[in-house]
T-cell receptor
Framework: AQTVTQSQPEMSVQEAETVTLSCTYD???????LFWYKQPPSRQMILVIR??????QNATENRFSVNFQKAAKSFSLKISDSQLGDAAMYFC??????????????FGQGTRLTINP | ETGVTQTPRHLVMGMTNKKSLKCEQH?????MYWYKQSAKKPLELMFV???????ENNSVPSRFSPECPNSSHLFLHLHTLQPEDSALYLC???????????????FGSGTQLSVL
């Protein structure tokens, strides 16, 4: 079974600075997808960014980018120019590429990100 | 307004009570999910419904009973729960397009359940 590990329960960063959240995963599959979700105090999980495993190019969405290291099974999230609204729990998630249909995600434990003004 | 609405937002129940959690999605999706979020644990997938048919039941105890009467509504019926069942229960939906990468989960804000 696949597992996702986020080794940083909490992180903090100064506003406008850059922070990197770590994620590693364990799988024997070659075809899969990786995601970062954000859960603000409103509790609603929101997709931040996603990556297809077969793509070598790292995904980027505005201030959010990933460092995908397939051989190392690492998928870190970099937030540039941190803003107060970025404060939230961040979850890394894995989805098998073998299974079509419903999105069955495996999540990590989450990292709580605090932004200091 | 969120596309996925969950009610109630908070629920306190005794171990002998019967209650139900409700989820409604306004996005025209054909798949719905229940996830359990406990403190300091990863989100756990409980149930998946695709086209109103249950396609996943991740060894969830029978005191949790899901119901999906149509593609827009999902319920989680609760009966004789234990204190360790206290958690945030999140509902999500997605559109199964068979183009996996384009699919995206949309979550509700959850029901915070406390079992006394």
């Amino acid at each position: 079974a696949q597992t996702v590990t986020q080794s940083q329960p909490e992180m903090s960063v100064q506003e406008a600075e850059t922070v990197t959240l770590s994620c590693t995963y364990d799988t024997s599959e070659s075809d899969y997808y990786l995601f970062w979700y954000k859960q603000p105090p409103s509790r609603q999980m929101i997709l931040v960014i996603r990556q297809e495993a077969y793509k070598q190019q790292n995904a980027t969405e505005n201030r959010f980018s990933v460092n995908f290291q397939k051989a190392a099974k690492s998928f870190s999230l970099k937030i540039s120019d941190s803003q107060l609204g970025d404060a939230a729990m961040y979850f890394c998630a894995y989805r098998s590429g073998r299974v079509q249909g419903a999105q069955k995600l495996v999540f990590g434990q989450g990292t709580r990100l605090t932004i200091n003004p | 307004e969120t596309g996925v609405t969950q009610t109630p937002r908070h629920l306190v129940m005794g171990m002998t009570n019967k209650k139900s959690l409700k989820c409604e999605q306004h996005l025209g999706h054909n798949a719905m999910y229940w996830y359990k979020q406990s403190a300091k644990k990863p989100l756990e997938l409980m149930f998946v419904y695709s086209l109103e048919e249950r396609v996943e039941n991740n060894s969830v105890p029978s005191r949790f009973s899901p119901e999906c009467p149509n593609s827009s509504h999902l319920f989680l019926h609760l009966h004789t729960l234990q204190p360790e069942d206290s958690a945030l229960y999140l509902c999500a939906s997605s559109q199964d397009t068979r183009q996996t990468f384009n699919e995206k989960l949309f979550f509700g804000s959850g029901t915070q359940l406390s079992v006394l």
